[in-house]
């Protein structure tokens, strides 16, 4: 193939298969691919982050963001295609030799910018789906998401509450129903490895070791992320045990957000074992907790009973009604794969 320097505009909000479609064809027609990133004020998406993304899908290419917002219509200004057409020629000043696009706008660009407009074919046949509908609802459009793309859609559910309330079995079962993983519980990995010996220096190894595996956990994630527990329940453990909090884990712990969260009531009974602490705190640790969620802004749901799991199940199609349960889930994979 001769060198030749390509040309994709989008504003990849968030990048989807379909633009995916569109950058791998464009990536095999020619050798010096660009992509800009359109910039629009008020983006639901930052373009750092869009940006980040189209760089980890397409490390050969050159990806670059516009430096300000330009007229999206023609009608707004007559000097739109000049405006384009100076633009996009300061990007790519050797020259652009042909621009790509799935859209009817891309015969006009090109001839502004003095390329070849190659269109793609079944740009919107092939992948029926606009980043609109993503946004609008990406759970029930996954499927269309790339991989690189998933985590920033993943809805994410803390399991939280005091001890001996089940939160580990509710968290494992709840990722076996929707087919999905799930995040243990930090502290019980670090506290059992050190012989249930705690020292208030653990509690920040505890609220960083918590965050670390939810941001690993994330990347694996099918819609939904289960987390045993959260960092917000590090300042009460802290203060229940050594009388205060610093400053860092308040602060480290106020920056994490979550979806929804299921708050277990402490109404089973209590199982000992060596990394737990309060065999008689359960309802105060409780009422501390729902003071912290309420504090935070949290939206949550209190599980009590011996129903847990089908409560559970119900709270979360209730605040995310497109998602499906693990044999909906195989079922629609093989109606995509017909």
């Known amino acids: 193939m001769k060198q030749s320097t390509g040309l ?40 750092a982050q869009r940006e980040e993304w189209l760089r980890e899908m397409y490390p050969d290419a050159e990806v670059t963001t516009l430096q300000e917002s330009l007229p999206q219509l023609p009608e707004e200004t007559k000097d739109f295609w000049k405006i384009w057409s100076r633009t996009l020629r300061a990007l790519a000043p050797e020259g652009i030799d042909y621009l790509f696009a799935g859209e009817s706008y891309g015969a006009r660009l090109a001839d502004a910018v003095g390329a070849t407009f ?7 046949s092939e992948i029926p789906i606009s980043a609109t509908e993503i946004r609008a609802d990406p759970i029930a459009n996954w499927h269309y998401i790339p991989e690189k793309v998933r ?17 580990s079995t509710l968290t494992e ?3 076996a129903v929707f087919g999905t993983v799930f995040v243990p519980e930090f502290a019980r990995i670090h506290l059992e490895a ?23 956990m994330v990347k694996r994630a099918n819609r939904v992320l289960f987390a045993d527990t959260d960092p917000l329940v590090t300042p ?3 203060e229940e045990l050594f009388g205060d909090c610093s400053e860092a884990i308040r602060e480290m712990v106020n920056s994490r957000e ?15 074992d060596t990394v737990r602490y309060l065999p008689n705190g359960g309802q105060r640790f409780f009422d501390r907790c729902v003071d912290a969620l309420q504090k935070a802004g949290r939206r949550f749901e209190v599980i009590r009973g011996e129903n847990r799991l089908s ?22 994979e093989i109606q995509q794969s017909e």
């Open 194 to 216: 050190a012989g249930g010996r705690c020292v208030q220096e653990d509690m920040e190894v505890i609220a960083n070791g918590q965050i670390a595996l939810e941001e690993l």
């Open 236 to 238: 009460i453990w802290s």
């Open 151 to 167: 985590p920033y859609f993943v809805k994410r559910v803390s399991i939280f509450g005091p001890e001996s309330s089940g939160k």
């Open 258 to 272: 979550y979806d929804l969260t299921l708050l277990l009531a402490p109404d089973l009974p209590w199982i000992r």
């Open 311 to 332: 409560d559970a199940v119900n709270a979360i199609k209730r605040e995310f009604p497109s998602i499906s349960s693990r044999e909906q889930i195989v079922s629609e």
């Open 173 to 175: 079962q709840l990722a």
């Open 118 to 124: 190659i269109p793609a074919p079944g740009y919107r």
């Open 8 to 47: 994709v505009l989008g504003k990849f909000m968030p990048p989807h298969k379909g633009h995916c479609y569109l950058l791998d064809f464009a990536s095999e027609n020619c050798t010096d691919l660009r992509i800009v990133i359109d910039r629009i004020p008020n983006a639901p998406i930052p373009e």
